[in-house]
């Protein structure tokens, strides 16, 4: 007998005590997954049938479920469960992780129970307590549906139980083996003439014979649609001939929209509301043959909510999809899925007040979804909405996976009239200009940065911000650090040698060299040292561009600042005369031309150092420089008189010399990048020690 069960669910086994739970969930899952409440009693009482801890043991049962439910993970639950109120927590459990839940049921003979547990020395509680468990399982057995399992398998044998075999299905959704590349379309809304268009502009071969089209992709290609095929549009049957052909043929995937649905639910013989543009569906596919109405609804009424492809890298939905919810399948699901996330509310249009879901999106896939027009695509935090309002009189667009590139039709005129005004947002004087990400980057999301992080980088693999760095970033990004927003770069800090083994060196070149071969680095860069002050200096062409690549409004081209993130200037005016020769520069060098690129940033010393250094100047340099040579002097002197008197002191003599000279080549070495700052003029910039520049991205 083959058990067929859900890849993501959570497994309730039920029988009264001896039906042989244990080792059936031994020997059909694997020890990690299966979750078992005498083991609960003991971890709690060192006593598995100490009945008193029961409490406290199924406490830590669910909690762990919940923790491996929440990771994706299939979980076992062994237990008698023969108590409607022992698995309504389960079956409450699964569905707030959106796992679905199954009863396995080990409906076997009372006697046998009974006989297996007097085998068993640790169960010494007598036949009336498996009596009274059998009569409880044979009173639940029809009710297990009601309470929500959305599978149960019944065993009611010893040959059933040893003869049973389980196999995990992969949910619908899960499609993380295709690759791709994808062509991700829009909310079509019957507009074919564009679809063909846009098919066309996709490289998709497409032709037409006998009232039927067809649309054959590149090589390797496939294409997916976000949903809402019908309703509005001109041409509903033509758009829905065509991805019912592409989908037949493999050529593309099909998530539903909710106007799909509800058109479904009206073919049905349901009865819906005739607004927002089904009357146009309803009266175009009433002059089609009732065979073809039929195969519309079939194929609208079998599409899954929502995709999880590329290894989970991708999700497509109509209305978008919360990271807890994807690859998941419960009801909720599939309502978010259509209709995403909404108040109750409605606006003066008489429209569901939406709340914007992606703004507090952190998920790891890229969701692509459509259902909410909007007037261009943006990305927000890895979700981008693709619906861009073709039937309003906008046009139709599709994201090429994984080139994240958009493409994009006009719509060839006005097909409905929208109920609010589309696009229907006009961006203030200040957020005219920035992206949606940019927008919502102006405030923290503190559980983003509170605790322990860790991080996943493209050369150092993981890094690790404890809970009290991230704590004291926190404090100094707040109270001192410039705008995060222009911050895109903080330069490392110098990683010096081990002191060298010579005393007369602090650090000797051949050691070094062998120090930075041992540590694994094989490749090191040399070059002149300016003894300035490390700053890092972005410059723009424009304000405009500061806006659009930067999301910075109102604080000029560009800044400079310190690899703190401080400001490196205190006054505005120097800032902004710096920027304004480095602008000047760029220009005039035809830089700008060169790099392909409408921004730099600079990674410099700038000099002199005594500008930001003068208390380290002040306390350490400059003491120790004045110290010495008022000391070394009056000492070399004293040594030459005593040197005429006594040959023997010529020794003590020379070192004294060497070290004088030494004290007045430091304060020479550091002199030559000290002096007084009036202006502007008064500065110089070092070496640059890395350039950093960044070509415009294409917008599709």
């Known amino acids: 007998m083959t058990l067929k069960i859900p890849e993501l669910s959570l497994v309730v086994l039920i029988g009264p005590s001896g039906c042989g739970k244990s080792n059936f969930a031994r020997k059909h899952f694997a020890p990690t997954e299966i979750l078992s409440s005498d083991l609960c009693r003991a971890l709690v009482s060192d006593d598995e049938n100490d009945q008193e801890a029961t409490s406290d043991a199924f406490e830590i049962l669910r909690f762990i479920a919940s923790k491996r439910l929440k990771a994706g993970r299939l979980t076992v639950v062994d237990a008698t469960n023969v108590q409607a109120e022992a698995r309504k927590p389960l079956v409450a459990l699964a569905r707030e992780y959106h796992a679905i839940p199954v009863a396995i049921v080990l409906n076997l003979p009372e006697r046998l129970c009974v006989d297996r547990n007097r085998s068993r020395p640790e169960r010494s509680f007598g036949p009336h307590v498996v009596r009274a468990q059998a009569l409880q399982l044979r009173r639940s057995l029809r009710a297990l549906e009601k309470e929500g399992f959305r599978h149960v398998q019944i065993l009611s044998s010893v040959e059933e139980v040893e003869g049973a075999v ?13 690759h791709g590349p994808f ?16 098919l066309l502009r996709l490289d998709y071969q497409v032709e037409a014979s006998g009232g039927e089209c067809r649309a054959t992709p590149p090589p390797g290609r496939k294409a997916i649609f976000v949903g809402d095929l019908v309703d509005r549009g001109p041409k509903i049957p033509a758009v829905l001939r065509l991805a019912m052909s592409m989908a037949e043929a493999g050529a593309a995937l099909c998530v539903p929209g909710n106007h799909d649905m509800k058109l479904v639910r009206k073919l049905r013989g ?4 005739i607004t927002h543009g089904l009357a146009e569906s309803i009266d175009q596919l009433g002059r089609e043959p009732a065979e073809f109405r039929d195969q519309v609804a079939a194929f609208l009424d079998g ?19 919360k990271e807890e919810m994807q690859g998941r399948g419960s009801g909720k699901v599939r309502d978010f899925a259509l209709y995403g996330e909404t108040t109750g ?15 507090e999106y952190r998920g790891r896939a890229m969701v692509v979804y459509g259902h909410t027009p909007v007037a261009e695509p943006e990305w927000l935090n890895r979700t981008v909405n693709i619906d861009t309002g073709c039937v309003f009189g906008g046009k139709l667009t599709a994201l090429r996976y994984p080139e994240r590139e958009f493409v994009s039709v006009p719509a060839r005129q006005t097909y409905y009239a929208p109920a609010k005004p589309f696009p229907d947002e006009q961006p203030s004087a200040v957020t005219a200009g920035l992206t949606a990400q940019q927008r919502h980057d102006d405030l923290l999301e503190i559980e983003d940065i509170l605790g322990k992080r860790i991080i996943g980088t493209r050369l150092h693999r993981t890094v690790t911000i404890r809970e009290e760095n991230a704590a004291a970033a926190l404090e100094a990004m707040s109270r001192f650090a410039a705008n995060p927003k222009w911050l895109i770069y903080l330069p490392p800090t110098m990683s010096p040698s081990e002191t060298s083994r010579n005393g007369s060196w ?6 070094s060299f062998a120090y930075y071969r041992h540590e694994g680095s094989h ?10 002050s490390r700053a890092v200096v972005i410059v723009c062409r424009d304000e405009d561009i500061a806006r659009s690549r930067f999301g910075v409004v109102g604080e000029g081209i560009g800044i400079c600042y310190t690899r703190t993130g401080r400001r490196f200037f205190t006054e505005p005016d120097i800032e902004r005369g710096l920027l304004a020769r480095i602008h000047q520069a760029l220009c005039a060098s035809g830089l700008w031309e060169r790099l392909k690129s409408d921004w730099v940033c600079l990674d410099c010393e700038l000099m002199p150092w005594s500008a930001k250094a003068q208390e380290l100047l002040r306390r350490q340099y400059g003491r120790t420089g004045s110290a010495a040579r008022a000391a070394l002097p009056e000492a070399v002197a004293a040594l030459e008189a005593a040197g005429r008197l006594n040959a023997e002191t010529a020794p003590l003599l020379e070192a004294f010399k060497e070290r004088l000279d030494m004290a007045q080549r430091f304060v020479d070495a550091y002199r030559r990048y000290c002096w007084r700052v009036h202006s502007l003029d008064d500065f110089a910039a070092g070496a640059v020690s890395s350039a950093r520049v960044r070509r415009p991205r294409s917008r599709g």
């Open 345 to 359: 509310e409605t606006d003066e249009f008489g429209l569901p007040v939406r709340l914007n879901w992606a703004s």
């Open 166 to 178: 389980i196999e995990r299905q992969p949910l619908w959704n899960n499609r993380k083996g295709d």
């Open 183 to 198: 062509d991700i379309i829009g909310d079509v809304h019957g507009c074919f003439e564009e679809l063909v268009d846009l």
């Open 303 to 321: 599409l899954v909510s929502h995709y999880v492809l590329d290894e989970g890298k991708l999700v497509v939905a109509h209305a978008g999809m």
């Open 270 to 273: 349901r009865d819906v509301q």
């Open 506 to 511: 602090l650090e000797y070149p051949d050691e």
């Open 523 to 532: 490749a090191v860069i040399c070059q002149q040292k300016h003894m300035g």
